[in-house]
């Protein structure tokens, strides 16, 4: 497809299990976002990849929480032991680069720790 | 404080009425976006600035770098426009999106 695609679009865990959330950007975009949206809130950012290295990880709450991109182009979010805080909206975006160009958004994936 | 402030943060409108949302923020930014999130839908852009003014059919956004504030304005607005309204800017210094928490827009018939 055309547009960033995140899947699963819904995630219904137990809480302790681990989780992993998939984001395909647009091709050739070398810029990727992941963030993490809790009801009623803006998203707030997690990480910001620029290729295949983390430029900025320093939205990441705790270590429970790793995000890779080993090729540069798919990312996937790993949420360890997994708590009912966890439980958000998690938004994956990507763009041309990282300069200013538009950032196009995933339908995100729902989380929710029971 | 946040960085990335909108007002209002509920709005609700009869159809055809002129909408306006207001951003201001706080850092030094390369872009500003205006992006638009419909209930259990993924976010779509609408705007990015980092100037000026731009129209795109019914919507209109307008930026003051010297006043760090932007607009968005709908214009005879329509119940499809009912959505969540987010004023994001990409940080100068560190290139990532700072959001705002977006302004509820109900526009009823």
């Known amino acids: 497809g055309a547009g960033v695609s995140q899947t699963p679009s819904n995630k219904v865990t137990e809480k302790g299990k681990y989780v992993e959330l998939r984001c395909d950007p647009i091709?050739?975009?070398?810029?990727l976002y992941w963030y993490r949206q809790s009801l009623g809130q803006g998203p707030e950012f997690l990480i910001y990849?620029?290729?295949?290295?983390?430029?900025?990880d320093s939205g990441l709450p705790n270590d429970r929480f790793f995000a890779v991109r080993p090729e540069g182009s798919v990312s996937t979010l790993k949420i360890q032991r997994t708590e009912r805080g966890d439980s958000a909206v998690y938004l994956c975006?990507?763009?041309?680069?990282?300069?200013?160009?538009?950032?196009?958004f995933g339908q995100g994936t729902r989380l929710t720790v029971v | 404080k946040n960085e990335v402030e909108q007002s209002p943060q509920n709005l609700t409108a009869q159809e055809g009425e002129f909408i306006t949302i207001n951003c201001s923020y706080s850092?030094?930014?390369?872009?500003l976006h205006w992006l638009q999130q419909h209930p259990g839908g993924g976010i779509v852009s609408l705007f990015m600035?980092?100037?000026g003014k731009k129209k795109h059919g019914r919507l209109i956004a307008t930026i003051n770098i010297q006043e760090k504030h932007s607009s968005l304005h709908i214009t005879a607005s329509h119940p499809r426009d009912s959505a969540v309204y987010i004023c994001?800017?990409?940080?100068?210094?560190?290139?990532?999106?700072?959001f705002g928490t977006g302004t509820r827009l109900q526009v009823f018939p």
């Open positions: 975006a990507s763009s041309l680069s990282s300069a200013d160009t538009e950032a196009f």
């Open positions: 091709s050739g975009h070398t810029a």
């Open positions: 990849f620029q290729g295949t290295g983390a430029a900025d």
């Open positions: 850092v030094g930014i390369s872009a």
């Open positions: 600035l980092s100037s």
């Open positions: 994001a800017v990409r940080s100068y210094n560190t290139d990532k999106l700072i």
